[in-house]
């Protein structure tokens, strides 16, 4: 089992639409979790973090957290083609800053 | 001004070579990472540095060895160059070893021929 999940895709959605991302983690003692997004040829660039049960918004971007379910989403409202990109998860149980990643979901966003 | 800063972005060479990449980052983070992305995009994480103190290293064979001058610097030294080392190595650092986010940096494009 990998440590971290994630669909590979490619998940395409047409413009205007809602991106769902989702990731699941087998160390239950993650406490940290992210969303970085990587475009083709570039560095992985954080999106988001989030640290607690429940759902965290910033602009068009919403993650939420179920840590029972060992289960991190990250929601994209009106998606854009700009959005299109691979997303990585990532997790950490804070020891050392020791990053987990998973193998990324594409995301196609179709104007 | 770039927060995160890798030299070169692009390194082509031979097996069997020894090559050095660089990384600075001027966030006054005290904590900096290596990670290697392979052709299929996954990125693992090899070392890291907390206030020039290695705190991860990963399984990674003893070719590659990271150096930490000042918590502002770490460098990753490689050996031997082999053929499986061809991949996009990042640097990255965050406040803090824990929770903190990390910020990375362009990459390191290696090929070896």
């Known amino acids: 089992q990998k440590e971290v999940e994630q669909n590979s895709g490619p998940l395409s959605v047409p413009e205007g639409a809602i991106a769902s991302l989702n990731c699941t983690y087998s160390?239950?003692?993650?406490?940290?979790f992210f969303w970085y997004r990587q475009y083709s040829g570039k560095s992985p660039e954080l999106i988001m973090f989030?640290?607690?049960?429940g759902d965290k918004e910033d602009g068009r971007f919403t993650a939420q957290l179920n840590k029972a379910s060992q289960y991190v989403s990250l929601l994209i409202r009106d998606s854009q083609p700009s959005d299109s990109a691979t997303y990585l998860c990532a997790v950490t149980n804070n020891q050392g800053g020791k990053l987990i990643f998973g193998q990324g979901t594409e995301l196609s966003v179709k104007p | 001004d770039t927060a995160v800063s890798q030299t070169p972005k692009y390194l082509v060479t031979q097996m069997g070579n020894d090559k050095s990449i660089k990384c600075e980052q001027n966030?006054?983070?005290?904590?900096m990472y290596w990670y290697k992305q392979d052709s299929k995009k996954f990125l693992k994480i090899m070392f890291s540095?907390?206030?020039?103190?290695?705190?991860i290293n990963e399984t990674v064979p003893n070719r590659f060895s990271p150096k930490s001058p000042d918590k502002a610097h770490l460098n990753l030294h490689i050996n031997s160059l082999e053929l499986g080392d061809s991949a996009v190595y990042f640097c990255?650092?965050?406040?803090?070893?824990?929770?903190?986010?990390?910020?990375f940096g362009d990459g390191t494009r290696l090929s070896i021929l």
């Open positions: 966030l006054g983070h005290d904590t």
């Open positions: 160390d239950r003692g993650s406490q940290s």
């Open positions: 989030i640290y607690s049960n």
């Open positions: 540095y907390n206030n020039k103190e290695l705190i």
């Open positions: 990255a650092s965050s406040l803090g070893s824990g929770s903190q986010p990390q910020h």
